[in-house]
């Protein structure tokens, strides 16, 4: 029997390739697909079958154009018009070799949601292992904010197909969810990867609950963000995405061509450090850094674009293409050529953003200094704890309540370490506002040096 | 938290790099060590633990070239006089971030065995998974007959450790032994790689005993072999082996050359598949097709010998070696020079080990013709079925059995495949014998063609 | 100012790209083009130029696929009707930065060919290279026999494209040819890849000629074979070959399956080693061992039948494919899984071809045995040195020329090493001929131990 | 014939491998010389000379690690007291199968300097190519001023070795030099790598003299930099360097050690990009930005002092290690763990270098603000257009001529792109200059918005 994970970096999102016998099934592949295939081949398996534990929101299946390329068939749960695909219904089992796949249908997340139980037949017709897709995590259970106006209902559904279903397969069993640590579809994931269900059952802590009204009366108490790039998902992966097939590569521009094509409404991209962009930019570029985009991205970038990438060197081309796709970008045209450094040799304007470091920031918090504090992160993460006299918008939102935030006076971005802090100031800079610093090191930083913090 | 297992093919032995924090611990390094420390790179940690689960007799241990080049301290139990390294003793703790390793005693296998318990301090303080070496497998418990005098003691020993220490570290314990399916230090290994000790209390085979006396009159009933070389391991894993440092790589010889060295004592060990050394062969040379090195070699070769390798092509050249030095061989200095190729076009002799299909074997034999039919198999598979009038030497006695081999009528070499049976003929070929045949597909095939099979 | 020389092993062809200033050429693309692009990228350059110095007829080209991944476009010489890209005309010049590349038109291979004259502005606007197609290569010139009844006239038009545009650059101007030594162009190409115009003036042998009328009379008297396949080649060289995309690769087919897809006509291809192949061989598959196919498949393979494949271990498959994908197959649908091995095991039979060592070919000559020695080689080879009594059939020709070999004895095939006279004997036992033997070592064996050798 | 150039990065080193009839030979190996060896493996050859053009002074030699790993010999040129490796003296000739190598003394860059001369024995015994170490390149000729007592004599003795030996080896010959564009080793040379004796003949501008007087005359009048660690390679590549073998690699350490570690005197090395320093930068830290470590390293950091490393990010460690070992430094014992980031978030203090826009500069210079422009290129640059009012001070003379620089004004640090710049701010930061700043563009983007420039 072979298991293999594969994990999609930013996204933190986890598929699995499981075969034997010469048959594998892919579940929830991501879109550049061509992974399963070479481990598939690699391990001399034809993959026959794809599953899809649910509809994702946070990024596009690759499983219509890995169906294109191995002639395998798709399945998802029954709850959905899904324009692609079989439906697998309770108890389904699908076999490869000694291996048995069973469809036991744990809705809560999203109604058609559904867990694979394997089983290995050689040694039991007992479960082995459970593939929940974003049922139950390790160390958190799956959103349940989708449906706001069902939302009791569905966290109900949710403890039902917990604690019903999966919790009783057995302590033994293996858990295989969808997700680890970093995903938008949950704040309080494990950083580890492997547990079983006797481990989550014991420590997870969003599974110590009193009750069923308990279980739903945190998770409607939970806050979510709902990015609006969450829509052109759902909606791609109900129809079957566009493959990406042989999709043209962003050429090289030089500097001059990227300023015109600037100027004709290129969206430029800057995805260097945030140091790097302190330091010196172009004006008008959006700074996401390279590793940010699969998370914040979609809240910024339509989709209508063209994109032109500003990077750091051009390894990081293949990354930041790789990241954009997934969330269904396709239109990323350039990269700036020799980055930043072929834009200053061409004597074009750029600009910086200083970095305030912490003990500066509370000299001048100390001395009453003139500034907004503006701190970009969570809801609940302000909550725990912010410097006092700081205005909170969420980073996703910034676009939209700019006007809530004074432009006579210096703005210092803030968040938990910088890094999203960087991307409110790009942000602020293409909107006219002229005097923005940003705090690299931030929160984490403020602690460090003794900054005084209030928490709700 | 990060845990990779890191499969070593063809021994099936399993190492683990787990770490946290920046800091990362390393279990049962195998000899070629520099993965471990590319991994830690890439992941950014520093290797400052190294654990020997207990002193490995299959393979040459890497703990000492990776103390060497990490600066990481090594630890093993401590009923054995390492001249290397720490003891660990039962209880003993060691941290990583917010992973703590804990050393509980499994003795049973070897005296000094140890397993090691991984806590996730972030979820909990009670166990998450175990590090079993070789006392517990998954589909298999670690081999007792090390010690022929003190049978009963040590297979009760390991009772103790499993039933006792094991077991009751909770159903929802994961599962890490050293060993997985195809090594020589069990024989009922699942081809699974994953499992929890809940799994295994309720299906592992060899678990599933009345009592301590039940346990330890089945494994002491166990028949193992046991080749050679584990003497050679014992010594280096003991001492602490030579480094394998900047060995010299084999380099091409010319047929000419070739020949002039196998004349001057040179061992010519031929890699290539059995159907390729039954079309030609370099007489003189033994055949160990290129996967089965791991397994047999240290049964056929002496360490003082300089060994040339005849290969299929030059990518074989790097894991011959590498399989080769793993077992402690360390003087692989040549191959031959655009292979059997550049051996046939120089006009020197060659020979063939003509295949026999099973359905002319039954022929053959219901015809009643003359021939001794050599199964090499293991005594527990003959048992198990054999053709009527073969007779049974194991592979690995093959060459100190040679005189009840008669020499007057033709053999054919049977095994379970036809693999083990090839090395079998060429060394039947190498000691003189003349009508030497060999059944491609062997036990497997007979079955699918009808002969006729006994069992005891 | 970048080139870097794509060699595609087994065709022995020769392509570049060539860039400055952040664009670049391809000269003569190979159907798997992706490489182009990756290097174009790793560069920082934009492949803007496809040239193709002439139709290719030994492979499928990569222009039209490359063009559409990159939005280059094509360039070819004017005298045939292409169904893609635009014409290149005698002094047109294409610039890159510093770099110019200036056409001259040199026909004589093919009316249409082209060669590129590098010029580099930075130091001269004199040539510095050029880049040939296949008008001149190293160590000989193209082959003028593709208009038999024109052939005077081209062999002229050669030596004027040669000696007359191409020496005239200078003996300083370095060479770029479309082939290498080993490509069915021409079979007297240096094993080297680099020469300059004076090197070959001087020591080029097919260019020591008293004049024009001692050229085209060598041309002319040359002998060479015209596979099937190069009208196919044509075809699509013309047209523009569908893209490779996302074809589906082959997967694996166990013996049983395997065998019925052979009963239903599946061409069963056999890519091992010869000796394997004579070891053990599937009935009715057709032996072409692996680095052999870019030559000889074309040959002997239908484009419209489906191909199985027989493959020594799994990464046989990825260059199996590409080399059929190159001559134009694309309809390989499988590989046997476990190879010849899991047919073995299956039950199946087998066959074998014995090998004959060129010592025992002798004795049995000695001896005056009754036996076809059937020699496979070019008729050139066979003019320069053949053993008596033996039966010349040009490999290409075999399947066509079956009834010019007796039945009735046993038949021994014989090349100049072994390895083309494998597949001869393939083709013999597919066509029911019983008794084939191989001579591995063959000619080159055969002088090694003396065998009597006649020449014309 | 096998014939492959390996160019080492940043130093535009290039060394040969060459091969025939399964012997090769290397060219000049660089320090990390296992490329060589698996090159070798590869192609099926056995490397046994290794050559030696001349007492490398840039870089530390392979040659001995090589010699060791594969039993091959080394030679070099006999005028130097070398304490490793044997003697080739005029005319020596070394073949392999159909190669021959033969030596042709060519001194002037040094005394000991040997060119060789490839012969291609399959088509003439007339040179087909040859290796010229630092007497010719390509668009250049060799330094002639590392004995400046006897300058006019060398640089007589390099006119004859190249007009008296190299020219009239004949236009057709192939050229491989030992270095390439960027290389320390002349600044004239082609980005080409390619050419031949005939096209450097007519076009290489060094070679158009009128004769062996105005060779001298101006071989004598050129300015090159002698830096401080050309005299640590001449110890190593006479004596032997050290082997580079298993060296320890450098481990990752949290902020707050890497601070303790600075505060006991470890070097801070900061390898991120211009415009990353720019932003925000650990006080006390050298800032070389990667890809201009082999250049630029060994003009500031002494031999005896730890190394650490601050990256942006692991995979920067790599290389950064390689350039650092080339040059001889070997104690690189850290990097900052997650980099800048990781002590921003630490709390410890940052600093920034405020970028200054070459527009910004020409209003500060037109509106006569007070101010030091430092520009830190080569004098022959600076003579070739300078901004009127500027301070010149080569980049490598910095550290010794701070006392030029006046403190009480706000210094803005000057080259050709902005990337020497960084480094001579770093510098000056680190000795207590305050208000440092740098134009990211300079002299380029000064041109660009049109700055008035002045030169001699």
New interface residues.
């Given amino acids: ?1 072979f ?1 293999k994970k594969i994990r999609s970096e930013g996204l933190a999102q986890l598929s699995y390739i499981i075969g ?1 016998g ?1 048959k594998a099934a892919v579940i929830d592949p991501r879109r550049d697909c061509g992974i399963y ?1 070479d481990i598939a ?2 391990e ?3 993959i026959t079958h794809i599953f899809e534990t649910h509809r994702n929101e946070d990024f596009v299946i690759g499983s219509c ?1 890995l169906a ?4 395998a068939a798709i399945y998802h749960g029954e709850e959905l018009p899904f324009e692609y695909g079989r439906t697998a219904r309770e108890d389904d089992v699908y076999e490869f070799g000694n291996i048995v796949l069973r469809v036991v249908k744990t809705p809560g997340h999203t109604d058609e949601s559904i867990s694979l139980v394997l089983i ?1 037949r ?3 017709d ?1 479960p ?2 459970v593939f929940t897709g974003d049922a139950l995590f390790i ?1 958190d259970v799956g959103r349940t904010d989708f449906f706001p106006d069902r939302s009791k209902e569905v966290a109900g559904f949710l403890y039902d197909s917990i604690f019903e279903k999966l919790l009783p397969l ?5 858990l295989y969810p969808a997700h680890g640590a970093g995903s938008v579809c949950g704040s309080g994931m ?10 989550e ?4 802590p969003a599974l110590q609950v009193k009750d069923r009204s308990d279980f739903i009366q945190r998770k409607t108490s939970e806050k979510h963000y709902y990015p609006p790039y969450f829509k052109q998902m759902e909606k791609y992966n109900l129809a079957g995405p566009p ?1 990406m ?2 999709l ?2 962003p ?2 521009s ?1 500097a001059g061509e990227f300023a015109s094509d600037m100027d004709r409404g290129l969206l430029s991209l800057d995805t ?9 930019f172009i004006p008008g570029s959006l700074a996401i850094p390279l590793d940010m985009i699969p998370v914040y991205a979609g809240w910024f970038i339509p989709y209508d674009r063209d994109i032109g990438l500003i990077i ?1 060197e ?1 390894t990081d ?1 293949e990354p930041a293409v790789r990241y954009l796709t997934r969330l269904g970008y396709e239109n990323i045209i350039s990269y700036l ?2 980055g ?2 072929g834009w ?7 600009d ?1 953003i ?2 305030v ?3 500066d920031l509370k000299s001048r918090m100390d001395g009453n200094q003139e500034f907004t504090l503006l701190d970009v992160r969570k809801a609940e993460e302000v909550s725990a704890g912010r410097l006092p006299g700081s205005t909170h918008i969420y980073l996703g939102e910034v676009p939209e309540r700019l006007d809530e935030i004074p432009r006579d006076k210096p703005i210092i971005t803030f968040c938990g ?3 999203r802090a960087i991307i409110a100031a790009s942000i602020l800079k293409q909107n006219g506002f002229e005097d923005v610093q940003n705090c ?3 929160m ?6 003794g900054c005084s913090i209030r928490s709700d």
Avoid: K, W
């Fill in positions: 029997m298991l034997d010469g295939r081949d690699r001399g398996m034809q154009e294109d390329l191995t002639g290995d050689e040694f039991s007992q082995l292992a160390g057995g302590d033994h069993v293996l494990a950083s580890r990867e492997f547990s079983s269900i006797g481990y059952r014991q420590f997870n493959h097939g042989a043209r590569r050429v090289p030089a260097r450090s945030p140091e790097a962009y302190s330091g010196a750091h051009f081309v050529d020799e930043l450094h200053e040799v061409s004597g074009r304007h750029y910086r200083p970095a470091y912490a003990g370490s910088g890094r690299l090191g931030s984490a930083a403020c602690q460090a040096v």
